[in-house]
C-alpha cells in the first residue's frame, strides 16, 4: 500500500464549477502538506501548503488538512480553463527539507 | 522560469547506454534533489545532495549515480539503460536544510526516451 493515495482521475468540470481534489495518507508523521500543481511537459510548481490540521485560502484555492482521518483536500472556487493541469499532493515530517512523499497526481481538466 | 535548469530537455537513447542529466540549482540554492517521473509510479525520490555531500537516498537504483560538484550544479548518471528507465527526470533545489516553509522548487525536467 502506497504511504499516499491520490485518485489519478480525470476529473472533467465546465468552467465556474467548484474542484474538490481529495489525498489520503497512512504516516502520521506527516506535519506539512502540500499542493502541487503540473502543467504538461513542465515541472511541479508549489501552489500552497498548510502545517498541521487546518484550512487555508489562497484567492480561489482552499487547502484543507483533517489529520485525525488522514485526509487532505485542495478546492478551487470558480475554475478556469487555465486550471487545467496535474495536481499533486505532496507531505513530508518538518522544514528540515527531505525527500516528500507525493501523491500520483489528479489530472483535472476544466472545460470552456 | 523557475530558475532550476535542467538540460537536455529531450534525450532518446538504446539500451545499455549511458546517460548524463545536468542540473543547476536556483541562485543561492545548496540542496539539490532528483525525482523520476513515470506514467505508473508518479514522482519517486531518488536522491539529495547539500553543499557538495549525499544528504540522503531512496529507490535509486545501483545503476543510477549522482553527484554535486563545487560550483553546486548536479549531475544523474544512469547507465546500462532499460526500457523502463523511460521518464521525466526532475532536479529540485531548495536554499537550506531547515527552513521556516517545506517543498523546493522544481526544474522542467528532462525527458528520457530508451528505445
Known amino acids: 500500500q502506497k504511504e499516499v493515495e491520490q485518485d489519478p482521475g480525470p476529473l472533467s468540470v465546465p468552467e465556474g464549477a467548484i474542484v474538490s481534489l481529495n489525498c489520503t495518507y497512512s504516516?502520521?508523521?506527516?506535519?506539512?502538506f502540500m499542493w502541487y500543481r503540473q502543467y504538461s511537459r513542465k515541472g511541479p510548481e508549489l501552489l500552497m501548503y498548510?502545517?498541521?490540521?487546518g484550512n487555508k485560502e489562497d484567492g480561489r484555492f482552499t487547502a484543507q488538512v483533517d489529520k485525525s482521518s488522514k485526509y487532505i483536500s485542495l478546492f478551487i472556487r470558480d475554475s478556469q480553463p487555465s486550471d487545467s493541469a496535474t495536481y499533486l499532493c505532496?507531505?513530508?515530517?518538518?522544514?528540515?527539507?527531505?525527500?516528500?512523499?507525493f501523491g500520483s497526481g489528479t489530472r483535472l481538466q476544466v472545460q470552456p | 522560469d523557475s530558475g532550476v535548469t535542467q538540460t537536455p530537455k529531450h534525450l532518446i537513447t538504446a539500451t545499455g547506454q549511458r546517460v548524463t542529466l545536468r542540473c543547476s540549482p536556483r541562485?543561492?540554492?545548496?540542496?539539490v534533489y532528483w525525482y523520476q517521473q513515470s506514467l505508473d509510479q508518479g514522482l519517486q525520490f531518488l536522491i539529495q545532495?547539500?553543499?557538495?555531500?549525499?544528504?540522503a537516498k531512496g529507490n535509486i537504483l545501483e545503476r543510477f549515480s549522482a553527484q554535486q560538484f563545487p560550483d553546486l550544479h548536479s549531475e544523474l548518471n544512469l547507465s546500462s539503460l532499460e526500457l523502463g528507465d523511460s521518464a521525466l527526470y526532475f532536479c529540485?533545489?531548495?536554499?537550506?536544510?531547515?527552513?521556516?516553509?517545506?517543498?523546493?522548487?522544481f526544474g522542467s525536467g528532462t525527458r528520457l526516451t530508451v528505445v
Open positions: 505532496a507531505m513530508t515530517p518538518d522544514t528540515g527539507r527531505r525527500a516528500l512523499t
Open positions: 529540485a533545489s531548495s536554499p537550506i536544510l531547515r527552513g521556516d516553509r517545506p517543498g523546493y522548487t
Open positions: 545532495y547539500y553543499n557538495g555531500e549525499e544528504r
Open positions: 541562485s543561492g540554492d545548496l540542496s
Open positions: 498548510t502545517y498541521s490540521s
Open positions: 504516516n502520521s508523521a506527516f506535519q506539512y
